[in-house]
């Protein structure tokens, strides 16, 4: 599978604007686009994002497009992307012009997994109030937001709002236990909720006085 190596990690059901000027990508979409129009996103462990090829991490996230996802001209192409399953690569085929990758299949250990509705019902909790303080800080208020039902998909989409760094995303996206997910994702809301909390009681206090 051709691999498209990045500065950055996207947690499947999220969405992903590209822009693309380099003519070995060109040439991948090309490909994409004649066979099932996916390919895979890795985050950068070694190299850049432009010339030469960038070595990957091994877990990455299979994103697909359609034909009118593409825009722009035959100098830059822009193209958005939704990212599907997760995958690992098991070998590096060839790199040249891109790289091309043998993968497998990189799925929760659903075996290992005992369903636990405390810790979904505290995972929502906690989110919602975190979104309520985002939209407050910003003048805004809402009661109850519009969130997906499965458990998995909520986590993967709270993970793909969190303003955090690519490592500690990346760690994310190679758990395999959902609850063990939403764990490192609750660690990082509660880390921002700190800080919302500190904005809140800076902004209410100047509004009193």
Known sequence: MPIFTLNTVIFPGGKLSLRIFE?????????????????????????YEVGIPAVPYDVGTIVNFSDHSFSGSEEEIFLEVVAKERFRILKILNDQPYLVAEIADYSDCTKEITYNQKIENDFRTQVLEFIKNIVSINGGWIKDPKLPEDFNEFVWYVSSFLQIPNKTKLAILETSNVYQRAELVLDQIKNQQLEIQKILKNYRSQKSN
């Not at 990508?25 to 190299?47: E, H, P, T, V, W």
């Open 23 to 47: 003519d070995r990508y060109k040439r991948m979409l090309k490909y994409c686009a004649s066979k099932d129009s996916i390919f895979g996103i890795n985050l950068i462990r070694q190299g």
